[in-house]
T-cell receptor, first 115, second 115 residues
Framework: SQKIEQNSEALNIQEGKTATLTCNYT??????LQWYRQDPGRGPVFLLL?????KEKRKERLKVTFDTTLKQSLFHITASQPADSATYLC??????????????FGSGTRLQVQP | DTEVTQTPKHLVMGMTNKKSLKCEQH?????MYWYKQKAKKPPELMFV???????INESVPSRFSPECPNSSLLNLHLHALQPEDSALYLC??????????????FGSGTRLTVV
């Protein structure tokens, strides 16, 4: 069966350090992978999309890598700040039972940046 | 306008009530989605509307009834819900159905409590 796993349920780091979050998937062949941020009681917010032919993508302090051989994506936040504290979700477009595609989320990693 | 607007933000309803959740976007997106999110879990897909037609129903109980009156509006009609249906209901949209290189845009959700 198809699975999207984010290995750490929670990650605590000190302000200024780099946070690294992991997303692994099985039985998918995604053309691209997305990362979202979700704050408590709010909807997810789209951060970055990386295509299968891109090894790395950057946006300000964010960096995403995508290794289709390992079936893994790493999400990095450099110079982390307390305001980066949130749940981060990776997501793939998956084929549903109907044969149509829709966005499916990993379980999420709750990041806490300590001042 | 780059937002998805959901109303109401909070809703408490009895098991015999009928209520509706509303979602609106004016970004010209042609796909709209309903997701359900329980505490500390990722969003789970319920329904997908593609060009105003229902294209995916993820085996959702009939007490949830979606409706897409036009390309900007999405409703979720609720009837005879159970306490276990209490959750955050998220509406999302994307430029095209399935694949979206620009991510999905989520609303802030409706926090539903069934008593």
């Amino acid at each position: 069966s198809q699975k999207i796993e984010q290995n750490s349920e929670a990650l605590n780091i000190q302000e200024g350090k780099t946070a690294t979050l992991t997303c692994n998937y099985t039985n998918y062949s995604p053309a691209y992978l997305q990362w979202y941020r979700q704050d408590p009681g709010r909807g997810p917010v789209f951060l970055l999309l990386i295509r299968e032919n891109e090894k790395e993508k950057r946006k300000e302090r964010l960096k995403v890598t995508f290794d289709t051989t390992l079936k893994q994506s790493l999400f990095h936040i450099t110079a982390s700040q307390p305001a980066d504290s949130a749940t981060y979700l990776c997501a793939l477009t998956a084929y549903m039972d109907t044969g149509r595609r829709a966005l499916t989320f990993g379980s999420g990693t709750r990041l806490q940046v300590q001042p | 306008d780059t937002e998805v607007t959901q109303t109401p933000k909070h809703l408490v309803m009895g098991m015999t009530n009928k209520k509706s959740l509303k979602c609106e976007q004016h970004m010209g997106h042609r796909a709209m989605y309903w997701y359900k999110q329980k505490a500390k879990k990722p969003p789970e897909l319920m329904f997908v509307y593609s060009y105003e037609k229902l294209s995916i129903n993820e085996s959702v109980p009939s007490r949830f009834s979606p409706e897409c009156p036009n390309s900007s509006l999405l409703n979720l009609h609720l009837h005879a819900l159970q306490p276990e249906d209490s959750a955050l209901y998220l509406c999302a949209s994307s430029l095209v159905p399935g694949q979206s290189l620009y991510g999905y845009t989520f609303g802030s959700g409706t926090r539903l409590t069934v008593v």
